[in-house]
Every structure is written in C-alpha cells, then in structure tokens.
T-cell receptor, first 113, second 116 residues
Framework: DTEVTQTPKHLVMGMTNKKSLKCEQH?????MYWYKQKAKKPPELMFV???????INESVPSRFSPECPNSSLLNLHLHALQPEDSALYLC????????????FGEGSRLTVL | AQSVSQHNHHVILSEAASLELGCNYS??????LFWYVQYPGQHLQLLLK??????LVKGIKGFEAEFIKSKFSFNLRKPSVQWSDTAEYFC??????????????FGKGTMLLVSP
C-alpha cells in the first residue's frame, strides 16, 4: 500500500465555519506534511510532523490548526478562514530511511466563501 | 536550507519538438531530486526521481533527467513532446539525510504548452 488518502476531496465552507481535512497513510512513515498550493504556484510547506510531534510550523496563521493523533493520521482543523485561504491542500508522508521521497495525496480542494 | 531555481516559467512547443527544462539547486550537502507534473486541475504526479547511482534517470511517459553534480543541475528532457504533455512541471529537492526539519522544496514551476 503506497497511498496517502485525503478526505474530503472538495470542501466549501463559510468564513465562520469549522471544518477539518483528514490525511491517512499506512506505509509506516513517521514524517507527515501539509502543503498549500494556489493555482499555477508550487506547493508551499505549512507544517511538518516527525514521530507525531510538530517539528516545523512555517508561520502559518492560527486559523489553521494541525493535529497528529497517531502515526497514520494527520488532520488540519480549519476555523474562521478567509477567502484567500482557498487552495489545494496537500498531505504527504515520508519514511525516515534514506531516500527522501515524499508520497503525496491527491489533495483537498478548499473554497472559502 | 536548500533552494531550487527553474529557468523558464513558460515554454511553448509544437508537437514532436524536443523538450529540455532547466533546474538548478543550492544546498551544502547531498540531496535527492525530483520532477513532478501537474496537469490542469489535477494533483501532483511524480515523473522521476534521482537518489544515487546512474545520473541519467528515466521516468514515466518518456521523460528522462540528468543529474550533473558539478553544475548542481537536474534538467528534464523528452525527445518528442505530445499535446497531452501540456502541464505544469515542478523540480524539487530534499536533503538525503532524514531529520524532522528536512523538507521538500519546489521550484516555481514551468508551464509547458504544446500546440497540436
């Protein structure tokens, strides 16, 4: 199983809503990542979890709250978002072994109204 | 931290033309290198990757890339492009040694438009 599964694939929310994006992998990877991608731009790193601990927060606004409940799951909790937060949110995982390949999910496309 | 530079932001080719997209990186240690493709409205797909060994790597859909260590380059090539190759192409690099602080860094991307 070499898949990273993200749900939902599409999400539309208002600025006062609270929602969550979910990411799951069963490859035994111990590093998990959230990236944000705007149209026609490269993915930008948001958060990195290593062994279930937050190791990198790229100065992301607090309206985005990551959570890593266990080694297979990664959540991104969303609250009071702005229309400019509309983007494709990508989850990825990586094995700590040498190699360095990140396995990406297909992404959750978020629209904030 | 590492950085990645892609030489061309937009490339326009006719079908059957040859393609070469430039990518240079900056980092003080050893890295793993990747090319990703993103078709319009779709998710990222891995085209090819270099970890070690033969510096000429072959990927999917007839793409190949050559790692030239002395030039810190990892250029993507295809002998004959097709209309279906129209997409955004991203070069990316990550330090080889794992740490909780090592991340995959992308170049700004090259939009390839292939006219039929």
């Amino acid at each position: 199983d070499t898949e990273v599964t993200q749900t939902p694939k599409h999400l539309v929310m208002g600025m006062t809503n609270k929602k969550s994006l979910k990411c799951e992998q069963h490859m035994g990877h111990r590093a998990m990542y959230w990236y944000k991608q705007k149209a026609k731009k490269p993915p930008e790193l948001m958060f990195v979890y290593s062994y279930e601990k937050l190791s990198i927060n790229e100065s992301v606004p607090s309206r985005f709250s990551p959570e890593c409940p266990n080694s297979s799951l990664l959540n991104l909790h969303l609250h009071a978002l702005q229309p400019e937060d509309s983007a494709l949110y990508l989850c990825a995982s990586r094995s700590p072994g040498a190699g360095g390949e990140l396995f990406f999910g297909e992404g959750s496309r978020l629209t904030v109204l | 931290a590492q950085s990645v530079s892609q030489h061309n932001h937009h490339v326009i080719l006719s079908e059957a033309a040859s393609l070469e997209l430039g990518c240079n990186y900056s980092y003080g240690g050893t890295v793993n290198l990747f090319w990703y493709v993103q078709y319009p409205g779709q998710h990222l797909q891995l085209l090819l990757k270099y970890f070690s060994g033969d510096p000429l790597v072959k990927g999917i859909k007839g793409f190949e890339a050559e790692f030239i260590k002395s030039k810190f380059s990892f250029n993507l090539r295809k002998p004959s492009v097709q209309w279906s190759d129209t997409a955004e192409y991203f070069c990316a690099v990550i330090p080889t040694l794992y740490s909780g602080y090592s991340t995959l860094t992308f170049g700004k991307g090259t939009m390839l438009l292939v006219s039929p």
